[in-house]
């Protein structure tokens, strides 16, 4: 879609790349440099440079290629919508689903669901794809944010990177914290034995190549001190690979469920019957609850819910009856 515009006097004087971002409301300015950069854009029939000063009277053009498609197939996966709009929409993802297709996992994925499900993607970078803002872990449930324009994706990364985007979550650990308030922050990186886990450092001077700051707030939900479990409601600073769980972890407090940093023993535990349930829970006891960040578009402040699902209710309704 060829798009052309006359710089106006209160223009002149601007940069090509910011010029085009207060003219083109729809395209992110990393994509307007990409075009840039790629020769779609001319400015009085000539390519230039993004850092090129417009002036007064010049002729601008724009050609924005329609977005690809991707080699996704779109699937009738049901998805429990939060919120919608034309811009970006939340989904209460269910453990069990993978978010991205990756090898192993070519279908049944939340994108492959996506496509199916949204129909008036514009395009994220060139491409007709969801603009997947976070991740969640495939046995992990809760919240999940997803852009449907270019523009949304670049707000809500920005917002991610700035840190004012608040990500907060449920978990049932192991172990009572010695405070009702805290903080971890171990920085997080590949774990040198077993490359295909995460590990908490402690000291600065153990860091490998790679390990980055990390910082989870937590206080105590609910405290369930003779059954040596609590409830814990989380909340990321930073938004590393297993974050919640290495933290909690190596914090010892590992979450229930988890094959990977938890096992705990649950030694206080007497009723076998609740034990059980403790020990063989399906998937990591971990729920994205909330999230909260300003609208790409009206800058509204949005803070979005998902239900505490049911498989993570009845465990914590066996463990409050035996308390």
């Known amino acids: 879609m060829l798009r052309r515009f006359q710089v106006g006097q209160p223009s002149s004087g601007m940069r090509l790349d910011l010029f085009l971002a207060s003219t083109c409301s729809d395209l992110s300015r990393s994509r307007i440099q990409k075009l840039i950069s790629e020769g779609a854009v001319l400015v009085g029939g000539e390519t230039v440079k993004r850092s090129h000063v417009v002036r007064a009277g010049e002729e601008v053009s724009v050609d924005v290629p329609e977005p690809r498609k991707i080699a996704i ?3 009738p996966i049901p998805l429990a919508v939060l919120y919608e709009d034309e811009h970006l929409l939340a989904i209460d993802k269910p453990a069990g689903l993978v978010v991205h297709p990756s090898p192993g996992h070519g279908s049944g994925t939340l994108v492959n669901a996506l496509l199916h499900h949204v129909r008036d993607f514009q395009g994220i970078g060139g491409e007709l794809r969801p603009g997947i803002i976070h991740r969640l872990d495939r046995a992990t449930s809760g919240v999940l944010v ?27 650990v192991a172990g009572i914290p010695r405070v009702r308030k805290g903080e971890v922050s171990f920085a997080i990186g590949r774990d040198p034995r077993d490359r295909k886990k995460m590990k908490a450092f402690r000291s600065p001077g153990e860091l490998p190549s790679g390990a980055r700051e990390a910082r989870t707030l937590y206080e105590i939900e609910q ?15 930073t938004g590393r690979t297993h974050q919640i769980r290495v933290h909690l972890s190596a914090s010892g407090l590992p979450v229930v469920g988890d094959p990977v940093y938890g096992r705990p023993r649950f030694d206080r535990v007497k009723d076998a019957g609740l034990k059980k349930k403790l020990t063989e829970f399906p998937r990591q006891a971990l729920h994205a609850e909330r999230i909260s960040f300003r609208h790409p578009a009206t800058n509204e402040l949005l803070e979005i819910v998902a239900p505490v699902p049911e498989d993570l209710r009845e465990l914590l309704a066996a463990v409050e009856a035996a308390r």
């Open 73 to 75: 197939e779109p699937e």
């Open 223 to 237: 405290e369930f001190f003779a059954l040596g479990l609590t409830l814990l409601r989380c909340r990321l600073i």
């Open 146 to 172: 997803v852009a449907k324009t270019d523009l949304a994706h670049a707000s809500l990364s920005r917002q991610m990177k700035k840190r004012s985007m608040k990500k907060e979550y449920l978990a049932l």
